[in-house]
């Protein structure tokens, strides 16, 4: 007899199916669909005080680390390989998502709506889900933001490292998403021929 209980324990503790990862990618290679991600891999000792940010001045935020210039390089060159494309490249000002950005798809539209934190800026939360839920022309859309700001506006509500990406299906007034996508998945994936 089985037990239904260690069933359900183990089906929660899988984050996400392959299957579900392996739809997300192939719907970005179709084209059509936003990919919201988190920044890459930061350097955690970096000071970084929201009183005396400026966005111009990497100095006053935490950063990307080697490994996360290298990450998004290397994710940069998987999307690319995967023929996955954009039409529209939007990051936080902040140097760590528009670096990310840049590293994954080349030149960014800056935009400080990503990087409003938390769920107490209503109109700037719906202005987001907006982003999200507007179809996409000719390839996708690409967002880079943080952790707070996407969790915020995501219906998503799993764990999310730095520089993971769910994919979002836009449907005008509304959105779906198609999973969350682990950024070593998109380096890893091979299409079945």
């Given amino acids: 007899?089985?037990?239904?209980?260690?069933?359900?324990?183990?089906?929660?503790?899988?984050?996400?199916?392959?299957?579900?990862?392996?739809?997300?990618?192939?719907?970005?290679?179709?084209?059509?669909v936003v990919i919201a991600c988190r920044h890459g891999t930061t350097n955690q000792a970096d000071p970084e005080d929201e009183t005396t940010l400026r966005y111009g001045d990497p100095s006053t935020q935490?950063?990307?680390s080697p490994a996360g210039e290298r990450?998004?390089?290397?994710?940069?060159?998987?999307?690319?390989?995967l023929?996955?494309?954009?039409?529209?490249?939007?990051?936080?000002?902040?140097?760590?998502?528009?670096?990310t950005a840049e590293l994954m798809a080349g030149p960014v539209v800056l935009d400080s709506l990503w990087h409003t934190r938390g769920d107490n800026y209503d109109a700037r939360r719906t202005?987001?889900?907006?982003a999200l839920s507007r179809p996409v022309q000719n390839g996708n859309r690409l967002i880079v933001s943080h952790v707070g700001t996407l969790s915020s506006?995501?219906?998503?509500?799993?764990?999310?490292?730095?520089?993971?990406?769910?994919?979002i299906r836009p449907r005008g007034n509304d959105y779906d998403e198609l999973g969350l996508v682990p950024w070593q998945e998109w380096i890893a994936y091979r299409k079945d021929p």
Avoid: Y
């Fill in 62 to 64: 935490r950063r990307l």
């Fill in 127 to 130: 202005a987001r889900r907006n």
């Fill in 71 to 81: 990450q998004g390089e290397a994710v940069g060159a998987a999307l690319s390989r």
């Fill in 153 to 167: 506006t995501l219906k998503f509500r799993g764990s999310m490292a730095e520089g993971d990406c769910v994919v």
């Fill in 1 to 32: 007899m089985m037990n239904w209980a260690l069933l359900l324990i183990a089906l929660q503790a899988t984050p996400q199916g392959t299957e579900s990862v392996a739809s997300a990618i192939d719907a970005a290679a179709r084209g059509g």
């Fill in 83 to 99: 023929g996955i494309r954009f039409s529209e490249v939007i990051a936080s000002p902040m140097q760590r998502a528009h670096r």
